[in-house]
């Protein structure tokens, strides 16, 4: 099983798979030099995938440094869940993040005890502190930190920011240097949640966060430094549904 998930990992770490012909968010987000820009690239990262690469490639990017006025008067979008207004919503708040010292916040959750999800909330804290916006579409955006501090949702979109943001390769950006990879968590998704399960390295028949550390924990073993270099590969299996 190691070795033919290590050959389909090699495989898939390659430019060609991301492009217009093969949709990802990532094709997207490699373009990007701000870290808040890659961020948008992947909690916008739901969905049919050409759909998504046409919403990103959609967005002016640059807004994210100009003032909200600009940000109100240029945004004209939506998406599934998202209105126009929780578009220029999440705009607004990565503009009052600002530029820079995004992993930094994450590292005060992070930190502590080594666990990424808390990294995630610390983040999702201090973006309810910039914006006190509320609706159904913002909040699937951003995600919410549960009241006993226990994660019940996959938080897949947050783990595929990791993912690009912590690892080095062909595909990934590998621009955060302080979060280690060993302690990323497989952004889990119905693709690799179903390739799991067929591969025998998933045995948990609900979709959610035990599932996704389930994964993680069976992808250690193959290699306990990098679990999550395998996820692009279980994707796009899972995506093409394909055979190892």
Same mark, same amino acid.
């Given at each position: 099983?190691?070795?033919?998930?290590?050959?389909?990992?090699?495989?898939?770490?390659?430019?060609?798979?991301?492009?217009?012909?093969?949709?990802?968010?990532?094709?997207?987000?490699?373009?990007?030099?701000?870290?808040?820009?890659?961020?948008?690239?992947?909690?916008f990262g739901y969905g049919n995938a050409g759909k998504i690469v046409e919403l990103l490639q959609s967005f002016d990017f640059s807004l994210l440094d100009m003032e909200e006025g600009a940000i109100r008067r240029e945004l004209d979008?939506?998406? #599934?869940?998202?209105?126009?207004?929780?578009?220029?919503?999440?705009?607004?708040?990565?503009?009052?993040?600002?530029?820079?010292?995004?992993?930094?916040?994450?590292?005060?959750?992070?930190?502590? #005890?080594? =666990?990424?999800?808390?990294?995630?909330?610390?983040?999702? #804290?201090?973006?309810?502190?910039?914006?006190?916006?509320?609706? =159904?579409?913002?909040?699937?955006?951003?995600?919410?930190?549960?009241?006993?501090? #226990?994660?019940?949702?996959?938080?897949?979109?947050?783990?595929?920011?990791?993912?690009?943001?912590?690892?080095?390769?062909?595909?990934?950006?590998?621009?955060?240097?302080?979060?280690?990879?060993?302690?990323?968590?497989?952004?889990?998704?119905?693709?690799?949640?179903?390739?799991?399960?067929?591969?025998?390295?998933? =045995?948990?028949?609900?979709?959610?966060?035990?599932?996704?550390?389930?994964?993680?924990?069976?992808?250690?073993?193959?290699?306990?430094?990098?679990?999550?270099?395998?996820?692009?590969?279980?994707?796009?299996?899972?995506?093409?549904?394909?055979?190892?």
């Amino acid at each position: 099983m190691r070795e033919r998930l290590e050959r389909e990992a090699a495989k898939r770490d390659d430019p060609s798979e991301l492009s217009l012909d093969r949709p990802d968010p990532l094709l997207v987000a490699r373009e990007q030099k701000d870290d808040r820009a890659v961020l948008l690239c992947a909690l916008f990262g739901y969905g049919n995938a050409g759909k998504i690469v046409e919403l990103l490639q959609s967005f002016d990017f640059s807004l994210l440094d100009m003032e909200e006025g600009a940000i109100r008067r240029e945004l004209d979008a939506y998406y #599934r869940f998202q209105s126009r207004e929780d578009i220029i919503q999440i705009f607004l708040t990565l503009r009052r993040l600002g530029r820079g010292g995004m992993e930094e916040l994450f590292m005060e959750g992070y930190g502590r #005890r080594r =666990r990424v999800i808390e990294g995630v909330f610390s983040l999702i #804290r201090h973006f309810e502190s910039l914006n006190p916006f509320e609706s =159904r579409g913002y909040r699937f955006l951003i995600g919410r930190v549960p009241s006993d501090g #226990r994660p019940r949702s996959t938080y897949k979109r947050w783990m595929m920011f990791l993912r690009w943001m912590v690892r080095q390769g062909a595909l990934d950006l590998g621009r955060w240097r302080m979060v280690e990879r060993a302690d990323l968590i497989i952004p889990l998704d119905t693709h690799t949640f179903h390739t799991g399960r067929r591969l025998g390295l998933l =045995r948990r028949r609900t979709y959610d966060w035990k599932a996704a550390v389930e994964l993680t924990e069976a992808l250690k073993k193959f290699s306990p430094e990098d679990p999550v270099k395998y996820d692009f590969a279980l994707y796009r299996l899972g995506q093409e549904k394909g055979e190892i």
